[in-house]
């Protein structure tokens, strides 16, 4: 179990900081990415959380796919685990954490 925090621990935070940092890459190379000419002449300019927030749901979808890989390894089937990680990595991990120390405290019965 220990292997598994330590693990997911490294990688949530990596994670955070590289889809912050990739954010802030790209908006430095590519200003104007985020801004849109008005008709009116004005211009409208949206801020970094929606780049950031792409991102992290692709980032969400790597972790989906790490998660189904260790929960075949441990013989779990639990896809609301897999759901819930598209939208929130923590979570997820969290929560497929909680379940493999069920599992393996014998407290599932199947």
């Known amino acids: 179990m220990i ?24 908006l430095m190379i590519q200003p104007e990415l985020m801004t849109m ?32 890989k260790e929960m075949k390894k441990e013989s779990i089937q639990s896809t609301p685990v897999l759901v819930l990680t598209f ?5 997820g991990v969290l929560f497929f954490l909680f379940v493999v120390a069920y599992e393996r405290m014998g407290l599932v019965k199947k």
């Open 37 to 68: 000419q008005l008709s009116g002449g004005g211009t409208l300019s949206m801020g970094m959380g929606f780049l950031v927030s792409g991102f992290e749901y692709i980032v969400n979808i790597a972790f989906v796919v790490l998660l189904n």
């Open 87 to 91: 939208f929130s990595s923590l979570m």
């Open 3 to 26: 292997p598994y925090i330590k693990k997911y621990a490294i990688l949530l935070v990596s994670a955070l900081i590289l889809t912050r940092l990739v954010s802030a890459i790209i």
